[in-house]
């Protein structure tokens, strides 16, 4: 079964950096988005960056020129290099990916969450 592993959040400071990191880990399927979604408390879960394979950036727009996503597509990993970070941005942040197995069926996959805090 495909699972989503996620690291790298943490506390740090207003201005500070953090790099999130996420690998798919199974066989029998090849994924067609990954990227990032957060949620804050008191908030609705929101996009904060995807790509596809082979396909454009896409980021929302209170991160743009802050964050930087890219994907291993070999390592079915993606990370998320987050710079000049707010107060604002602090959340759950939630690897998802958009896979497709070797059956040819299409699942959206979830992994458990990363906090992230910008105080401080």
């Known amino acids: 079964q495909v699972q989503l592993v996620e690291s790298g959040g943490g506390l740090v400071q207003p201005g500070g950096s953090l790099r999130l990191s996420c690998a798919a880990s199974?066989?029998?399927?090849?994924?067609?988005?990954m990227g990032w979604y957060r949620q804050a408390p008191g908030k609705q879960r929101e996009l904060v960056a995807t790509?596809?394979?082979?396909?454009?950036?896409n980021y929302a727009d209170s991160v743009k020129g802050r964050f930087t996503i890219a994907r291993d597509n070999a390592k079915n990993s993606v990370t998320m290099q987050m710079n000049s970070l707010k107060p604002e941005d602090t959340a759950v942040y939630y690897c998802?990916?958009?896979?497709?197995?070797?059956?040819?069926?299409?699942?959206?996959?979830w992994g458990q969450g990363t906090q992230v805090t910008v105080s401080s």
């Open positions: 199974g066989s029998g399927f090849s994924i067609n988005v």
């Open positions: 790509v596809p394979s082979g396909g454009i950036t």
């Open positions: 998802n990916a958009d896979l497709t197995t070797s059956a040819g069926y299409t699942y959206r996959y």
